[in-house]
């Protein structure tokens, strides 16, 4: 004989199954598309072996542990748009699992399932599966780290406690803005303390202890960032507004949860378990506005405060649970599936297509000696004496190590500021001025373009001619060539 639950479950299950496969499509489709600006990073990172993959992981990127499974993919899979994004594939599906995995602990199968399909659809709209970042990997560990929490606060065990330690710990090193991870995690612990009386203030000292321990190591790194805060920032300044709207949504599905709780509606939810997703889906991008205000870095942008993505799915998936009727949550859930392939970016597919500005490029290169000036749109670029560093050059000449091109690749600063322009007059007098052909490559898919069109048609539009080739995405091609004389 079955009972009401069982019949729930029949019903509920097969559409939430239909709608997780269904959010896979946003995260399978852009797998084969051309590499955006960072992910050429990442390759550039890795492309020359381990050794020289930390080394550069230290000093050029915030995620040691990502790049070294990234050398691993490329390794095995060679350099490949699939290979490379595969990593992030598994990190994704993993905290898929995982996140069900907590949602069945705090309350039960269907929460868990409602979180999965949330987080499936958030993360598959923000192309984080199909992305050679380390933000996949990193939510794995961030929602494995949290689901450790819960089992040790659950049953304090030194097992359970070791899992915290080594998963949190992993966590900032698959990057470093994921260590507001630490804040959430002595939140919860804070308060199921408060709240039942575990752990001990002894036991949770001897695990944060262990942790900063593991964490020791990151110091020098994570302080020469802070020194570099500004030569690094390069979003606009967040409006109040524009935090409000981002927090509307965790705040709104607060107010659901506390609503539903306080008439006794729904199924019923632990307040410290509440309390977790809460803070999860808020105080990631809080953070990360505070110091955009407080500080000179600019880092109020949406994958720098991703950490948010598995509590505001965590949120949704309690906030529904407590909605009456099965099948009624199930169509919620199913709606929030098609609603976020109906939104899914229409251009992820070409955006920064440049695979594509690269194989024109090569169709109207002369010889080796073309010059080929790139503005590919790395802050870094700002500092004008990178530009003739070898390594650092080739830096920020990224893409053109996924996508090579022949010529003499060149590349133009970040800005046209006066200090740049200088560079650009040079340029323009030294190199261009005996050339007969040379091409500019520009990403315009930026906060604040660059009018590097412009500025060379001003200079050299008495000797040259100019010609579009595209499009490509948001990635530009100029062809500009000498005038015959008459």
Same mark, same amino acid.
């Given at each position: /004989? ?27 489709? %852009? ?59 598994? =990190? ?17 199968? #269907? ?28 939510? /794995?560990?961030?929602?494995? +780290? ?9 049953? %304090?065990?030194?097992? +359970? ?16 803005? $994921?260590? !507001? /991870?630490?804040?959430?995690?002595? $939140?919860?612990? @804070? ?16 695990v944060l202890g262990a942790l900063g321990a593991l964490l020791l190591p990151l110091g020098p790194r994570f ?6 805060? #500004? ?7 967040? &409006? ?9 949504? %965790? ?12 008439? =006794? ?72 599936? @098609?609603?976020?392939?109906?939104? +899914? ?20 290169? #002369?010889?080796?000696?073309?010059? !080929? ?27 053109? +190590? ?38 500019? @490559? ?21 000797? $040259? ?6 499009? $490509?995405?948001?990635? &530009? ?10």
């Amino acid at each position: /004989m079955t009972g009401p639950r069982d019949a729930d479950r029949r019903q509920t299950t097969p559409l939430l199954i239909a709608g997780l496969s269904a959010a896979s499509y946003l995260w399978i489709s %852009p797998l084969g598309s051309s590499l955006w600006l960072d992910e050429a990073v990442s390759y550039w990172v890795v492309k020359d072996g381990l050794l020289e993959a930390v080394d550069r992981g230290l000093r050029y990127q915030w995620s040691p542990a990502y790049d070294v499974i990234l050398w691993l993919a490329v390794g095995l899979g060679g350099a490949r748009e699939i290979a490379l994004r595969l990593p992030s594939l598994v =990190g994704a599906a993993g905290a898929t699992l995982l996140l069900y995995r907590l949602g069945l602990r705090l309350l039960d199968r #269907e929460t868990g399932l409602l979180a999965a399909t949330a987080f499936a659809c958030l993360i598959g709209i923000g192309g984080v599966p199909a992305n050679a970042r380390p933000y996949a990997i990193a939510l /794995m560990l961030a929602v494995g +780290s949290t689901l450790a929490l819960v089992r040790w606060l659950d049953r %304090p065990f030194a097992g +359970s406690a070791g899992a915290y330690v080594v998963l949190a710990a992993l966590t900032v090193y698959a990057h470093y803005l $994921f260590a !507001i /991870m630490l804040a959430v995690h002595v $939140f919860h612990a @804070v308060a199921r303390r408060r709240l039942h009386r575990a752990p001990s203030a002894a036991r949770l000292g001897l695990v944060l202890g262990a942790l900063g321990a593991l964490l020791l190591p990151l110091g020098p790194r994570f302080l020469s960032l802070v020194r570099r805060r #500004e030569t690094l920032s390069w979003a606009n300044d967040p &409006s109040l507004a524009g935090v409000l709207a981002v927090l509307a949504l %965790p705040l709104g599905l607060a107010g659901v949860l506390a609503w539903r709780g306080s008439r =006794g509606r729904g199924a019923s939810v632990d307040r410290a378990s509440c309390l977790l997703a809460v803070v999860w889906s808020i105080l990631p991008p809080l953070t990360v506005a505070l110091v955009s205000w407080l500080t000179s870095a600019r880092l109020f942008y949406p994958r720098y405060y991703l950490a948010w993505t598995p509590g505001l799915a965590l949120l949704s998936g309690l906030a529904i649970r407590t909605l009456p009727g099965a099948r009624s949550r199930s169509l919620i859930a199913l709606g929030l599936v @098609v609603l976020s392939i109906a939104v +899914s970016p229409p251009y992820r597919r070409s955006r920064q297509d440049w695979r594509a500005a690269t194989q024109a490029v090569r169709s109207v290169t #002369e010889s080796a000696d073309t010059p !080929i000036l790139v503005g590919a749109g790395l802050v870094e670029s700002a500092q004008i004496d990178w530009l003739g560093h070898p390594e650092r050059s080739s830096y920020l000449l990224a893409p053109l +190590s996924f996508y090579p091109v022949p010529g003499r690749p060149i590349p133009l600063p970040y800005d046209l500021d006066v200090g740049a322009r200088g560079y650009l007059e040079d340029l323009a007098a030294v190199v261009l001025a005996r050339e007969r052909r040379f091409i500019l @490559v520009s990403n315009d898919d930026r906060v604040r373009q660059v009018p590097y069109r412009g500025w060379f048609e001003s200079r050299l539009g008495a000797d $040259f001619d100019s010609r579009s080739l595209g499009p $490509f995405g948001a990635i &530009s091609v100029v062809v500009f060539e000498r005038r015959r004389a008459s």
